[in-house]
């Protein structure tokens, strides 16, 4: 990965940490409530999120790192790491 890239997946984290807390600081307690920004506001939000998310991606993919995705702490992954050590022939049956 070169240093531009670099800095650029930096400050693209930057603006999505950015925009996620305006996104938290602006939502109102209560479905209930009006939201204070406006719906062209907020669809202007998604779509840099968007375009942030894809930008990443084409980092990623030009960088040769797998997708990058969360998960919970507790979901089973897809493959479970077993030591060598713990692997035992199974026993013969006597007749």
Request: charged share 30%; proline share 5%.
């Amino acid at each position: 990965m070169t240093e531009n890239s670099d800095i650029e997946r930096k400050i693209l984290a930057t603006m999505r940490q950015v925009l996620s807390s305006i996104i938290k600081d602006t939502t109102p307690a209560h479905r209930s409530m009006a939201h204070p920004l406006s719906d062209p506001t907020i669809q202007d939000i998604r779509q840099c999120l968007g375009l942030i998310s894809a930008r990443e991606r084409e980092l990623a993919d030009a960088a040769g790192i797998g997708q990058e995705k969360p998960y919970f702490t507790d979901e089973k992954r897809a493959a479970e790491v077993v030591s060598i050590s713990s692997i035992k022939r199974p026993e013969k049956k006597q007749d």
